[in-house]
């Protein structure tokens, strides 16, 4: 650094418009918390409005109500972001997910809606939000969420997981493409405890028993995910690109620990 000032004030987003899609709850929430915390106007999506609007800082995030898989839905979102701020500085692309279903049983339709919630629609976001900040001399940012089940076997999730790892392959291909303007890039969770944690891993007793399975001793929090986003969209990392950074808490125990009768 040239001088000895802290870096910090390179994290204060006041005056950036930001965009998490799927921001309404769970890591899209706390993304969302995260950036209003830090100064930003924050617009959130979902096909539905939530009961409470993501808040920090004193402020709320808005809301516009899309559905990220119908390309007619990303224009008219794109086009109210436009209207209402004139710029667009950052987007994270969060919006995603998928059921438990075995891939011997789920349908053909099942499986490419997947698809196209978790890897085309991510794309559809990327494309539109490149067009806008290309034409800003400043650029922007695009992050988008992966999974730590891009990067090892997702059974129960197959398709997503293959979605994911499309993802990471995806943002390094753009980062190319749009260089020097718009960096790319992605943000690998590991397992994250949400209001639905209870559907993958049980009650109090199953959220204990998986958390100490990760070295970290904890799930990550939405926060945790948000907070290394705010690093990525900021100067701090602005020779960051292409990159995949993985928030696993130091990974998962191999399961050859457990089964051994060695110290």
């Known amino acids: 650094?040239?001088?000895?000032?802290?870096?910090?004030?390179?994290?204060?987003?006041?005056?950036?418009?930001?965009?998490?899609?799927?921001?309404?709850?769970?890591?899209?929430?706390?993304?969302?918390?995260?950036?209003?915390?830090?100064?930003?106007?924050?617009?959130?999506?979902?096909?539905?409005?939530?009961?409470?609007?993501?808040?920090?800082?004193?402020?709320?995030?808005?809301?516009?109500?899309?559905?990220?898989?119908e390309p007619e839905s990303l224009h008219a979102l794109f086009a109210a972001i436009e209207a209402r701020h004139g710029r667009l500085d950052v987007v994270v692309n969060n919006a995603g997910g998928a059921p438990h279903a075995l891939a011997d049983k789920a349908s053909p339709r099942f499986h490419e809606g997947i698809i196209r919630l978790n890897l085309i629609a991510p794309l559809h976001v990327a494309q539109l939000a490149n067009a806008a900040m290309q034409a800003q001399s400043d650029g922007g940012t695009i992050i988008f969420i992966g999974s730590i089940s891009a990067l090892r076997p997702s059974p129960g999730t197959a398709a997503y997981g293959a979605a994911k790892a499309g993802i990471v392959s995806l943002a390094a291909s753009l980062a190319v493409e749009w260089a020097p303007k718009v960096r790319v890039l992605t943000v690998s969770p590991g397992l994250v405890r949400t209001e639905q944690s209870h559907l993958h891993f049980g009650d109090e007793a199953g959220l204990a028993a998986v958390a100490a399975t990760i070295p970290a001793g904890r799930l990550a929090t939405?926060?945790?995910?948000?907070?290394?986003?705010?690093?990525?969209?900021?100067?701090?990392?602005?020779?960051?690109?292409?990159?995949?950074?993985?928030?696993?808490?130091?990974?998962?125990r191999p399961a050859f620990l457990a089964a051994r009768n060695t110290d």
Do not use: H
Request: proline letters at 6%; hydrophobic letters at 50%; charged letters at 15%.
């Open 1 to 69: 650094m040239s001088d000895e000032r802290s870096p910090l004030p390179a994290l204060d987003f006041a005056g950036k418009v930001v965009l998490v899609t799927g921001g309404t709850k769970g890591i899209g929430a706390g993304i969302a918390r995260c950036f209003l915390a830090a100064g930003a106007n924050v617009v959130v999506c979902a096909r539905s409005a939530p009961e409470v609007l993501p808040a920090a800082g004193g402020r709320s995030a808005a809301f516009i109500a899309v559905d990220v898989r």
């Open 222 to 252: 939405p926060e945790d995910i948000g907070q290394a986003c705010l690093f990525l969209a900021s100067p701090l990392a602005g020779y960051a690109a292409g990159a995949n950074l993985l928030l696993n808490g130091g990974g998962e």
